[in-house]
């Protein structure tokens, strides 16, 4: 285009800041890549021939296309920059986010986040592989490989409905629950080995018809609500469902919870954004 334009190779040359023989070069790689001459070319003059002044209309749509495919590219590597990937486990973890994410709604409006709802076996090898960007996992659950931000401590407590015989009390002892009613229990990996350890204490030698094995705790939250068993589960303050009463467990420690994520992950609205899950997630409200 610029030798069309200046029907000059040096003119083309200087305005494009590389030599004339490169400019040379290049005419001639496309006029052999077409199979056609651009240029009628002598010592004196340049000028288009039929199928250059042809050519030149596609090379103006060629240009303007490429500018624009790399303008989108890079409004697409932004866009990438600003979105926040988040694997949630289970629907207790997506109402932990709520209220951090409602708040960086409102000090960062460009960003972008994306939830997604994941198997617990596969979540690891998506962050691993950059498809998600945050994770969520008790301390002694986390990779080592990975970098994890402590939250919250996180009491371990038995839930159960308020018609439930457990529910007037304070507190409660392993050794009570162990005599308690019927107990609805998750599988591992979905309770992780700290939580699932307590429940086997807490299911101990029980008859099968007092246990209801769960494959997921939304699963065991159904039967717990509507009042058929209680359960052991570590306590959110932000995820507390209306209806349910949260009695802790005497000599129990409690369990560090936190956001993992990539070591070498530098997006500071990730961190931005763990810094308000950490303000949001404080100790249990007194009912």
């Known amino acids: 285009m610029e030798v069309a334009n200046y029907l000059n190779f040096s003119r083309a040359a200087e305005h494009l800041k590389i030599t004339q023989p490169a400019v040379s070069h290049q005419i001639n790689t496309l006029e052999d890549e077409?199979?056609?001459?651009?240029?009628?070319?002598?010592?004196?003059?340049?000028?288009?021939?039929?199928?250059?002044?042809?050519?030149?209309?596609?090379?103006?749509?060629?240009?303007?296309?490429?500018?624009?495919?790399k303008a989108r590219m890079k409004e697409s590597r932004e866009e990438v920059f600003k979105r926040l990937v988040i694997g949630c486990r289970n629907t207790t973890e997506l109402r932990i986010l709520c209220p951090a994410l409602e708040r960086l709604r409102e000090r960062r409006p460009e960003a972008m986040p994306v939830l997604r709802l994941l198997p617990y076996d596969s979540m690891e090898n998506l962050l691993t592989e950059r498809n998600v960007h945050l994770m969520f996992s008790f301390r002694r659950s986390a990779l080592k490989k990975l970098k994890y931000r402590a939250l919250v401590e996180c009491p371990v407590v038995c839930v159960c409905s308020k018609d439930d015989l457990l529910a007037k009390r304070t507190s409660v002892t392993v050794e009570q629950l162990q005599q308690a009613g019927r107990i609805a229990a998750c599988r591992p990996p979905a309770y992780p080995p700290e939580l699932f350890a307590i429940q086997s204490q807490v299911v101990g030698d029980r008859k099968p018809g007092d246990v209801l094995f769960c494959d997921d705790q939304e699963v065991v939250t159904a039967l717990v609500e509507t009042g058929y068993a209680f359960a052991v589960a570590a306590d959110f303050p932000s995820a507390r469902l209306p209806g349910l009463r949260y009695i802790p467990i005497e000599g129990v420690r409690s369990l560090s919870y936190g956001g993992v994520c990539l070591p070498e992950d530098k997006n500071p609205v990730l961190k931005e954004f763990l810094d308000l899950l950490e303000e949001s997630m404080g100790p249990p409200a007194e009912e």
């Open 34 to 69: 077409l199979e056609v001459k651009l240029f009628h070319r002598t010592s004196k003059s340049v000028r288009l021939t039929q199928e250059g002044y042809l050519f030149i209309q596609y090379a103006g749509e060629i240009l303007k296309l490429t500018g624009l495919s």
